[in-house]
């Protein structure tokens, strides 16, 4: 039998961790371990919130409290940060791209100058 946290199987522990860890590096959270750089792929990120989903309703009715909990709550949280981060996107594109000015544009020449 598979040791117990807080009345949570281990294994399901480290797959929900696993899929909640992965999906704050797609949502551009956390750091990725694999380039030591923020990444944002929302589109990743949403499968894996998905797939977490089913898990939960797959499950339901199969897990103790404190593992419907966990899930639950790890739900919460990434879905709350997806729609912040899809925000922060709409409104990246919405933003005007600065004009970047000519630098010899308005400039008097040495000779308009004197």
Do not use: C, W, Y
Request: proline content about 4%; cysteine-free.
């Amino acid at each position: 039998m598979s040791e117990k946290i807080e009345n949570m199987d281990v294994h399901f522990f480290q797959i929900v961790f696993s899929l909640q860890s992965a999906a704050m590096q797609q949502l551009g959270k956390i750091v990725s371990p694999m380039s030591g750089k923020v990444e944002r792929d929302l589109t990743m990120a949403q499968t894996t919130i998905d797939i977490l989903g089913m898990m939960e309703k797959k499950m339901k009715g199969n897990l103790t409290a404190e593992e419907a909990r966990f899930i639950a709550h790890s739900l919460h949280e990434l879905r709350l940060n997806f729609v912040d981060e899809t925000k922060k996107e709409a409104k990246l594109k919405e933003a005007p791209e600065p004009k970047s000015e000519d630098p010899h544009k308005n400039k008097k020449s040495d000779k308009e100058e004197q």
